[in-house]
């Protein structure tokens, strides 16, 4: 095998990274990567590095560089600590051990040289973005002809994971979709959003579902439920052992659930204001009056969350005061701190995004899946890539990726009104500064005590952010807000069911002006925090009255059993 000198090869590549002409030749290589924030960036500016920067960074490379070329002529397999090349089949291969090794040592370096790009903070977290993505698309492992675990395979089925796999890709591009579980395994209102109870309600924009008591007796406050309307409701409601709602109904709880429609043309037109008078108000005034109730318990999920805490301090506007007590999950009140989904926002992205739907439209439920997917491009792309379309693999059967597949659309007014306020101008904090469906928004006026819930490691609604709204909620009195920190990410850590006594949570009584040091005094417990959650409620929940076995009244009746049509409705 004829090798180039090690040198010559590190200067080469060196010389080639150095030269901001080349960005443009890499981007080129995958044309979706245009849709990427920070690759017109990179582009077009010519994002350029210090020379003194760069020079040190060649000089770490060549050392790097040659120590590996040395492994390499001596036999010797480098090691990979990274998970994507653990098997044997890289690990026992010198060749494609030293292809591994070579890969992570260039997207060692082109991350090092997005992070001495010269350019304003903003910038250079969507240039880290955008090479980030490059990086995780060009790893040998993505490739049949450099992926070993793939060659393998293709010998020991005799050429069957090759077909196995190009019928994946085909499935796949028809359904518009990389398939994360074994699809054909679940179906809502089988095995999957189960739990026992009657649609009561319905309009244009949602249904509102009322359980069935699992208990002989219940708090005479009823819970309301607001999931995010960005996916669908039954992320709360998977399967029976690890369903928050039957969690809640067990608990002794009359629970509502809103379930929104996905929406189709016939709701391009529809706002936030709409989402906000028609929905969740709607829904926190049905239940009261189903159950003849002055106040009751309220939970947001995420943008659920953001649209309930609204809803809210627009009825303290109006004098109403319904929830005894709040409950948010994962839920952003203030924007300062949006993390990596920083990069999709900025003036021009949403001066586009209001050009082609502020008037009218949809925002595709692809669209905002790829955009998530794309925060965790290894575990959420790549990694099925390489299963489905390489090994000829089935995806097995999950229950939260198979929810996480089943994407909704938004309404483009609606969108655009919440990029716009929230993630670009930040607005919601700001007392007064926004009206909403006639109100002045005051989310500090919600007289109610709060139960604020954040995951440790949520890429998609940082926990310090999640926990400035104990600044915002009851400020006079923060003592009335519960902190509780999860372990795991934004789904995983809520979907935590506590009989199967699995992670751990953080509490702290104390309330400090940081996130670190609110940690820094905490206590971690084993197991769920749902059980916290479930004391909150019942110190809430009024006294305990005899189940309410007729479900929705005389202005509110049945209409259909849970889940309801809405919820099967797919995105187009």
Request: proline share 6%; with cysteine.
């Amino acid at each position: 095998m004829n090798m180039p000198d090690p040198q010559a090869f590190a200067n080469a590549w060196m010389a080639q990274i150095s030269d901001p002409n080349q960005w443009q030749s890499w981007f080129k290589m995958m044309p979706e990567m245009d849709a990427v924030p920070g690759a017109a960036l990179l582009r077009e500016a010519g994002a350029t590095v210090r020379p003194e920067a760069m020079e040190q960074l060649r000089n770490d490379y060549m050392g790097e560089f040659g120590a590996l070329w040395q492994e390499f002529l001596t036999g010797k397999a480098p090691a990979l600590k990274d998970r994507r090349f653990s098997s044997e089949a890289w690990q026992g291969n010198p060749v494609s051990a030293f292809n591994a090794a070579s890969y992570l040592l260039n997207s060692k370096f082109l991350m090092q040289m997005a992070e001495a790009v010269d350019a304003s903070p903003q910038q250079k977290q969507k240039i880290r973005f955008a090479v980030q993505q490059v990086v995780d698309a060009m790893s040998p492992a993505n490739f049949l002809a450099t992926n070993p675990e793939a060659h393998q395979k293709l010998i020991e089925t005799k050429g069957e994971s090759l077909t196995k796999g190009l019928a994946n890709l085909l499935g796949d591009i028809q359904k518009g979709h990389i398939s994360l579980s074994d699809e054909k395994a679940f179906e809502v209102g089988r095995n999957l959003a189960t739990t026992e109870g009657q649609v009561v309600y319905e309009n244009e924009l949602f249904q509102l579902i009322q359980y069935t008591p699992l208990t002989k007796t219940v708090h005479e406050r009823p819970l309301l439920m607001v999931p995010p309307c960005i996916n669908k409701y039954y992320i709360l409601d998977l399967q029976p052992e690890n369903s928050l709602v039957r969690y809640a109904v067990e608990q002794g709880n009359t629970v509502f659930l809103v379930s929104w429609r996905n929406p189709d043309q016939s709701l391009a037109g529809t706002t936030w204001d709409d989402y906000i008078e028609k929905g969740a108000i709607n829904a926190i005034n049905i239940a009261r009056d189903i159950t003849k109730q002055d106040k009751l318990n309220v939970l947001g999920f995420c943008v659920g969350g953001t649209l309930l805490s609204t809803a809210l301090a627009v009825l303290a506007a109006r004098g109403e005061q319904p929830a005894a007590g709040v409950t948010l999950l994962t839920t952003f009140l203030d924007f300062s701190d949006t993390g990596v989904l920083n990069v999709f926002v900025d003036e021009a992205q949403v001066q586009l995004r209001e050009q082609t739907l502020k008037s009218g439209g949809l925002m595709p439920g692809r669209d905002l899946a790829s955009t998530f997917s794309s925060l965790r491009p290894n575990d959420l792309v790549w990694n099925y890539v390489q299963s489905n379309y390489l090994k000829g693999n089935e995806p097995p059967p999950f229950d939260l990726l198979y929810w996480n597949s089943d994407s909704t659309n938004l309404p483009g007014p609606m969108f655009c009104w919440y990029l716009r306020n929230t993630y670009l101008e930040n607005s919601l904090k700001v007392p007064g500064k926004l009206k909403v469906a006639g109100e002045k928004v005051d989310l500090s006026k919600i007289a109610a005590p709060a139960f604020i819930y954040a995951s440790r490691e949520d890429h998609i609604v940082p926990w310090n952010s999640a926990y400035q709204s104990t600044k915002i909620l009851n400020n006079k009195n923060p003592e009335l807000n519960k902190f509780i920190l999860g372990a795991s990410g934004h789904i995983a850590g809520v979907i935590n069911p506590a009989a199967k006594k699995k992670r751990s949570y953080w509490t702290n009584e104390a309330r400090p002006a940081s996130h670190e040091e609110w940690f820094n005094g905490a206590t971690e417990h084993p197991g769920s925090w749902w059980g916290e959650w479930s004391e909150f409620l019942a110190a809430h929940g009024g006294k305990d009255v005899k189940a309410r076995t007729k479900l929705g009244n005389a202005q509110y009746a049945p209409i259909e059993a849970a889940p309801g049509r809405y919820v099967k409705a797919k995105a187009d």
